[in-house]
């Protein structure tokens, strides 16, 4: 079943990240973010950010500014949390910090928990189940990856379980994932970007700056134009409602690359650019 199919409509263009927003201020910056016109919007237990969440929805939706169900709210299922019962138990712990009836959608963070190099498959196949049950009980749209590459989602849907709606990837110009793209596209999973300013370095990235300043382009509306060439919806973090408002404005109105300019922007890629977390290492070796 498509990512369509699940959530009953497709993705908006951007969604706004939460992690490492001033925690002081997260309620008042997301609050200002669905007041701009953001939709989707991204968090997680590890982020601490789902309680701001929550309150911020339900001040927006309080204030007539969008209703409950014009908004998608993502959070993620934590790598110690994998397992059938253990998935139930988070998701529950999820909704009470978030205070609403439903999640839209839920994401598995990581394919490989720190020393489940051995039994990560079945634990994926295990906590996936709980992940389908969620849904068929209405209390999630739609079930979703994080950092899954082809063969972790190959393992997940062998037994003909339902194809993840989502699956959410590090992509950014450094970093291009050009194979999991491809894949994900083959198997109607929609694709977003986390870090797509590779958390702040591209704005600094001189080769980057000048590629963007050539097509008359700022670095982010060329990070937003190759977002929607490739058919991904960038997760955007900022603590600025200058940037939270100029980045839902221009991925919006961002066109599309041309063929010709897509294959230039192949020259950013370089595998070894990802950020490096201990859960990528693992990852990439299974
Ligand atoms: N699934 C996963 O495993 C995973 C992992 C990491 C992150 N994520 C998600 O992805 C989200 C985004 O990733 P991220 O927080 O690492 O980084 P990011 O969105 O790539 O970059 C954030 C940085 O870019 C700056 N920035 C944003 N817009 C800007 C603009 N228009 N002009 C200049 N600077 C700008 C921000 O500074 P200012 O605050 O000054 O604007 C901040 O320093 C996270 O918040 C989280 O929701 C998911």
Redesign the pocket.
Known sequence: MSYIAQLNRGLPEI???????VEDRATELIEFAIKTGYRLI???PV?G?EKAVGLAVKKASGGGYCRREDLLIET?LSNEDQGYYSTLKAFDRSLNELQLDYIDIY?I??PIPKDRQSDYKELNRQTWAAMQELREKGLVKAIGV??FLPRHIENLISDGATVPAIN???L?PEYQESEGISYCREKGIQV????????????SNEQIKDFSSKLSL???ELVYAWNKSVGSV???????K???K??FE?CVSAKLLSAEQLEEFKVFDDPEAH?G?W?YKRQLAY
């Open positions: 969604g706004l990240g939460t992690a490492n927003l991204d968090t997680a982020y950010s993620k994401l963070h990581w994080c950092n959410q990837l590090e950014h977003e970007a986390w870090s797509p300013f590779r958390n702040g370095k591209t704005f700022s670095v982010s960038p997760i955007v973090k900022s603590n600025s200058e940037h939270i100029s980045n221009q950020m977390y859960n």
